[in-house]
């Protein structure tokens, strides 16, 4: 079955401190990936995709095709990175997406 | 943000009442989704069009109907709501014009009592 797993519903750290969103997926083939984010009270956006490979407000994200994971990273965390993350998996030419639960990340000051 | 809106953004209704709520598209994709946010279950897809008149059922489809006549318009059915039924609904959209990204609406926040 296909699957994305965020194994945290919640993340909290201080302003500064690095940041690592995990996201885990079972797919057959070789699935397309990306981070969407929810900042409060707005809606969903892409943050970014596997294939585009590029950095977007710091964060980066590796595809690890051996562990099945894309994880979501940022060296330094910012108090407007606060918001929900979500992960999501899309088979190769599919148009219908299988997202992660979300994390919610609480940056501290 | 893509043109996408969402009517209306906020409901209350009773249980055993019909609801519709809408969702109006400028951007001429193809695909349309309807989601459900629900705290601890994240997203989870009720229905979506790959055209129009073309419809499929998502994850979460029991007690949903929709309808696509216009491209730009996709309408999600409530025919009878009940109190699981209370959540935030998305629409998305999505084109390969655009890659496969989806763009989302505004939500649309439904309170059933």
């Known amino acids: 079955a296909q699957r994305v797993t965020q194994p945290e519903k919640l993340l909290s750290v201080f302003k500064g401190a690095p940041v690592e969103l995990k996201c885990n997926y079972s797919y057959s083939g070789s699935p397309e990936l990306f981070w969407y984010v929810q900042y409060s009270r707005q809606r969903l956006q892409l943050l970014l995709r596997?294939?585009s490979r590029e950095s977007i407000k710091g964060f980066t994200a590796d595809l690890n095709k051996g562990e099945t994971s894309f994880h979501l990273k940022k060296p330094f965390a910012q108090e407007e990175d606060s918001a929900m993350y979500y992960c999501a998996a899309q088979g190769r030419g599919s148009y219908i997406p299988t997202f992660g639960r979300g994390t919610s990340l609480i940056v501290h000051p | 943000d893509a043109g996408i809106t969402q009517s209306p953004r906020h409901k209350v209704t009773e249980t055993g009442t019909p609801v519709t709520l809408r969702c109006h598209q400028t951007?001429?994709?193809?695909?349309m989704y309807w989601y459900r946010q629900d705290p601890g279950h994240g997203l989870r897809l009720i229905h979506y069009s790959y055209g129009v008149k073309d419809t499929d059922k998502g994850e979460v489809s029991d007690g949903y109907s929709v309808s696509r006549s216009k491209t730009e318009d996709f309408l999600l059915t409530l025919e009878s709501a009940t109190s699981s039924q209370t959540s935030v609904y998305f629409c998305?959209?999505?084109?390969?014009?655009?890659?496969?990204?989806?763009?989302f609406g505004p939500g649309t926040r439904l309170t059933v009592l």
């Open positions: 596997h294939i």
């Open positions: 951007e001429n994709h193809r695909y």
């Open positions: 998305a959209i999505s084109d390969i014009r655009e890659g496969t990204e989806q763009f």
